[in-house]
């Protein structure tokens, strides 16, 4: 059985290694001129199985204000009838009930990945610059402190492997925190929390899978439309057509422009977010750290300090990505100005499109055209729950096929 695989990002990838897996041969088809050119190339770096908390909830409604005026430094909003439709959908998930079932059903579908990925490093045996890091979520306030304890409480409830720390405690986790300049007054520790690149990762996966014999990869194709006949979907056409007894659409961001015209919309938005790629500095964190008050996150990989966050509402506009990652770099200085080498000129600046749903759940699974299948919509998540959703969308084929 033939089975092609639409995008060749981490989730595509992965979703191309377990159905190669379980016997099926796989044609994983991209635009780009290689795997990992898109959301995946330059991304935070971080596997955070414990920080799946929506971004829908109640005290998202405070924000709105600053967002909308522009006061927000980490987020710019350009309003069109795209957004307005989808914020409407991601507005009515802004309940305390909603967001605590988003965040533990995320939460699920991440715990479960950090095991098939265990199983998967010690299956392939290549190198993707994986550690072990652990992560420390950054308080600022009394008020983040009450929202990460009930948060906390909540996954612990669920086996998740999370604590509470106080500031002195969490400095003691992290030495480098001391020569923070930002204040804060307790952080947010998983010890199981890790660090890998996704575009080595991608990389590596793809020359396991090639060797397999069972995958094989169309770059530089573009994917016009689906090619659908008595609501079954028989494969694509575009540069190059081809036939497949079933389709799994892994596009991301680019998944609802594929879609629609076959009478699907998965409501997902484009926002985009940004990462530099630094030297270390004199005092750079090894565990992973990320900033709530901020929403930036440094990542010590590869030997560099990846830095990266920010959230953009502004369609696929790619327009200011030089001022955004001036932004970036600012507030990272003022934040953590021992955490890595500012002074350098050739920083590898990077911008990409996180797939964004309403809920914050990513769309897996059979669709109701037959043979058509969606692995899409993981928003600011892909890396982290990447094996879990390629497994259970391979899962939902093997059902049916």
């Given at each position: 059985?033939?089975?092609?695989?639409?995008?060749?990002?981490?989730?595509?990838?992965?979703?191309?290694?377990?159905?190669?897996?379980?016997?099926?041969?796989?044609?994983?088809?991209?635009?780009?001129?290689?795997?990992?050119?898109?959301?995946?190339?330059?991304?935070?770096?971080?596997?955070?199985?414990?920080?799946?908390?929506?971004?829908?909830?109640?005290?998202?409604?405070?924000?709105?204000?600053?967002?909308?005026?522009?006061r927000d430094?980490?987020?710019?909003?350009?309003?069109?009838?795209?957004?307005?439709?989808?914020?409407?959908?991601?507005?009515?998930?802004?309940?305390?009930?909603?967001?605590?079932?988003?965040?533990?059903?995320?939460?699920?579908?991440?715990?479960?990945?950090?095991?098939?990925?265990d199983e998967?490093?010690?299956?392939?045996?290549?190198?993707?610059?994986?550690?072990?890091?652990?992560?420390?979520?950054?308080?600022?306030?009394?008020?983040?402190?009450?929202?990460?304890?009930?948060?906390?409480?909540?996954?612990?409830?669920?086996?998740?492997?999370?604590?509470?720390?106080?500031?002195?405690?969490?400095?003691?986790?992290?030495?480098?925190?001391?020569?923070?300049?930002?204040?804060?007054?307790?952080?947010?520790?998983?010890?199981?929390?890790e660090v890998?690149?996704?575009?080595?990762?991608?990389?590596?996966?793809?020359?396991?899978?090639?060797?397999?014999?069972?995958?094989?990869?169309?770059?530089?194709?573009?994917?016009?439309?689906?090619?659908?006949?008595?609501?079954?979907?028989?494969?694509?056409?575009?540069?190059?057509?081809?036939?497949?007894?079933?389709?799994?659409?892994?596009?991301?961001?680019?998944?609802?422009?594929?879609?629609?015209?076959?009478?699907?919309?998965?409501?997902?938005?484009?926002?985009?977010?940004?990462?530099?790629?630094?030297?270390?500095?004199?005092?750079?964190?090894?565990?992973?750290?990320?900033?709530?008050?901020?929403?930036?996150?440094?990542?010590?990989?590869?030997?560099?300090?990846?830095?990266?966050?920010?959230?953009?509402?502004?369609?696929?506009?790619?327009?200011?990505?030089?001022?955004?990652?001036?932004?970036?770099?600012?507030?990272?200085?003022?934040?953590?100005?021992?955490?890595?080498?500012?002074?350098?000129?050739?920083?590898?600046?990077?911008?990409?499109?996180?797939?964004?749903?309403?809920?914050?759940?990513?769309?897996?699974?059979?669709?109701?055209?037959?043979?058509?299948?969606?692995?899409?919509?993981?928003?600011?998540?892909?890396?982290?729950?990447?094996?879990?959703?390629?497994?259970?969308?391979?899962?939902?084929?093997?059902?049916?096929?």
């Open positions: 059985m033939h089975v092609i695989v639409l995008g060749a990002g981490v989730v595509g990838v992965t979703t191309a290694y377990y159905l190669a897996e379980n016997g099926y041969t796989v044609t994983v088809v991209d635009r780009a001129s290689d795997v990992a050119h898109g959301t995946s190339f330059a991304n935070g770096g971080q596997l955070s199985y414990s920080f799946t908390d929506a971004l829908a909830k109640p005290g998202f409604i405070a924000t709105l204000p600053a967002l909308l005026s522009g430094p980490a987020s710019r909003v350009k309003l069109s009838p795209a957004l307005l439709s989808w914020g409407m959908r991601f507005l009515a998930q802004c309940t305390s009930r909603r967001a605590a079932t988003n965040t533990l059903d995320v939460l699920s579908l991440a715990m479960r990945s950090e095991r098939l990925l998967l490093r010690d299956k392939t045996n290549f190198d993707f610059s994986y550690r072990a890091a652990g992560k420390l979520v950054l308080l600022a306030n009394n008020d983040q402190l009450a929202v990460a304890r009930r948060g906390t409480e909540l996954k612990q409830a669920h086996g998740c492997d999370v604590e509470l720390l106080t500031r002195e405690q969490a400095i003691a986790h992290e030495p480098a925190l001391a020569h923070l300049q930002r204040p804060f007054v307790g952080a947010v520790f998983s010890a199981s929390d890998a690149d996704a575009q080595l990762f991608c990389r590596g996966l793809r020359d396991y899978l090639a060797a397999s014999g069972r995958v094989t990869f169309a770059f530089d194709q573009s994917i016009e439309n689906l090619t659908i006949d008595n609501r079954q979907v028989t494969g694509i056409s575009g540069d190059r057509d081809l036939q497949g007894d079933a389709v799994v659409v892994c596009l991301g961001a680019w998944s609802a422009e594929l879609l629609r015209p076959a009478g699907l919309n998965p409501h997902i938005y484009p926002v985009r977010g940004y990462s530099v790629t630094l030297p270390l500095g004199e005092n750079p964190p090894s565990v992973s750290v990320s900033s709530l008050a901020d929403k930036i996150v440094f990542s010590r990989l590869n030997g560099s300090m990846r830095i990266a966050g920010f959230a953009d509402f502004a369609d696929f506009n790619t327009a200011n990505d030089k001022s955004r990652t001036d932004t970036l770099l600012t507030i990272a200085k003022q934040v953590a100005p021992q955490a890595a080498d500012y002074s350098v000129e050739n920083a590898h600046r990077w911008g990409g499109f996180r797939p964004m749903t309403p809920d914050g759940q990513p769309l897996v699974g059979a669709t109701r055209i037959r043979n058509l299948y969606l692995n899409t919509g993981h928003g600011m998540l892909g890396w982290t729950l990447a094996c879990a959703s390629a497994f259970d969308v391979t899962q939902a084929i093997l059902k049916t096929h």
